[in-house]
């Protein structure tokens, strides 16, 4: 009796401990921080956009990868690799007519900020230079290309991401 007691114990402490070691203690979880984040196939600009999460969307880390994060939604639906900087650590809600509703920014926004452009840089620059046309520049801005187009032009160019990404 004490032999199949004591086995049981072992059984249900190994049982628990591996439950545990299989669900982090405390996943982190975060917030989509851009308008619309995009989450892709593999952690790579060049890698397909599986689907999108909008602005305040909480998501659980899976997996980190240098700039990339794995995430997954909380109900488990959506999955794939985001970008640090479209996401933060602080807990974000988007109320209607909500002071943060203004905080929602594009892909293309954060891309230029972090590379220290900005709106007012922009206006900066234009009264600086009030002689020069900007109407190509501004039509080159909504011109879009999709994962497809991108994967047509890296192959025919025979080019090959260095790491983490799938050419369409």
């Not at 891309?111 to 840089?121: E, I, P, R």
């Amino acid at each position: 009796m004490k032999i199949s007691f004591l086995r049981t114990m072992v059984v249900m402490a190994l049982t628990g401990t591996v439950v545990l070691t299989a669900m982090p203690a405390n996943a982190k979880t975060m917030s989509v921080q851009i308008r619309e984040g995009q989450l892709r196939s593999t952690p790579s600009f060049l890698s397909r956009v599986t689907t999108t999460l909008k602005y305040a969307t909480r998501v659980t880390v899976v997996e980190i990868k240098g700039p990339w994060i794995q995430v997954q939604t909380k109900d488990g639906s959506k999955k794939g690799w985001m970008h640090k900087s479209a996401l933060t650590k602080k807990h974000l809600k988007l109320a209607a007519g909500s002071e943060k509703a203004s905080t929602a920014v594009s892909t293309d926004e954060q891309a230029l900020a972090g590379k220290g452009f900005n709106s007012d840089v922009e206006a900066k620059f234009k009264k600086d230079n009030a002689k020069i046309d900007f109407t190509w520049v501004d039509k080159m801005e909504k011109i879009k290309i999709g994962p497809r187009e991108t994967g047509k032009f890296l192959k025919a160019g025979d080019i090959k991401p260095l790491k983490g990404g799938n050419v369409q």
